[in-house]
């Protein structure tokens, strides 16, 4: 299975014009027309929950985005693929002041559920996409946010609509904590659960990568080694991760910055640098003397080889690929796919 996002910017860039934010989304939309016979999945990025307060004791959650809705586009992409599933994903952030009082409050639950209902009705949509609020600290399951997951779930198979999941978590993190229950949870409710591996945040010999293979290698062996449950339902609705975008890292593992299609090319085509390749993180950079910034620059993009050891590894297990954003990429990658 291979299941593509059309999203926002990374969020470092998202301030830093509307112009860039509008080519990353029309990048996205070509090239899901393009290649829409070799994608299972479309997920557009159009809707935010928003939970506000309107009395002293009372709140409301309003999903905003419909206005967002591309139906010419969709339309389209159907016309080339009538078995792609659009499956949208709703943001809701997890921050928010508020979003204990949406955990624990069924009628604000009620509300958020009739909303959703009448998007994915009005829009034709198969399902949705959701975060799963994975715990960085403590203990893993935040339960109530799970039953909230769990209602959905419920909600949506009611109506035939698929629920798709995603985890971003790094299980060497977590494995001591109850990671590996959380995902037996997860699988149950969702129809495909998305495992978000890219963005590492470790450091490796002082330096911030994308995605190092082994990470990758051994989060998968992971998944089908030390969960207890059976491959079958790994290999039906697992789909790992893999970004269209990189970070260019400061000297010395400093400040770490996403780094774009567009912004990639610009610094190839101005300091014509040479293309390396990093055995132990199986990943590519390039290293340039920036003169604007007046510092160096190590930057970690994919490459080719990039993506054929990492979908090799997926095929290995028999999991699925999915992209999390089509826009930033450059324009031969899903010439992979």
Request: hydrophobic share 40%; net charge neutral; glycine share 6%.
């Amino acid at each position: 299975f291979f299941f593509l996002m059309i999203r926002r910017p990374p969020r470092s860039t998202q301030s830093r014009s509307s112009a860039a934010s509008d080519v990353y989304k029309r990048q996205g939309y070509d090239i899901a027309k393009k290649y829409a016979q070799k994608i299972d999945y479309l997920s557009p990025v159009w809707f935010d929950a928003k939970i506000k307060q309107v009395t002293a004791s009372g709140f409301e959650i309003t999903v905003e985005g419909e206005h967002n809705i591309n139906r010419a586009f969709l339309d389209e992409v159907r016309e080339k693929n009538p078995d792609m599933k659009i499956v949208p994903r709703v943001y809701i952030d997890g921050n928010s002041p508020h979003i204990e009082q949406l955990y624990g409050d069924d009628i604000l639950q009620q509300q958020l559920f009739t909303q959703l209902e009448q998007i994915v009705e009005r829009g034709r949509f198969d399902g949705l996409v959701f975060d799963t609020p994975i715990n960085t600290f403590g203990p893993v399951m935040n339960f109530d946010a799970y039953r909230l997951l769990e209602n959905l779930s419920i909600r949506l198979h009611e109506k035939d609509k698929l629920l798709v999941l995603t985890l971003l978590a790094s299980f060497e993190q977590l494995k001591n904590r109850g990671i590996d229950r959380a995902i037996i949870r997860y699988l149950r409710l969702a129809d495909k659960l998305l495992f978000c591996m890219y963005d590492y945040v470790g450091l490796v010999q002082g330096e911030r990568p994308i995605a190092p293979y082994e990470w990758i290698k051994n989060s998968l062996k992971y998944l089908f080694s030390d969960i207890d449950i059976d491959s079958s339902v790994l290999i039906s609705k697992v789909m790992m991760g893999l970004p269209f975008y990189g970070y260019s890292n400061q000297a010395n593992g400093g400040h770490r910055e996403p780094i774009v299609g567009m912004r990639y090319l610009q610094l190839l085509r101005t300091y014509k640098p040479r293309l390396a390749w990093d055995n132990k993180l199986r990943e590519c950079i390039v290293e340039v003397f920036d003169k604007q910034l007046s510092q160096s620059l190590k930057v970690y993009y994919p490459c080719l080889r990039f993506f054929e050891e990492r979908l090799n590894l997926f095929e290995e297990y028999e999991v699925g690929t999915f992209i999390w954003e089509g826009g930033q990429g450059l324009s031969f990658f899903m010439e992979l796919f």
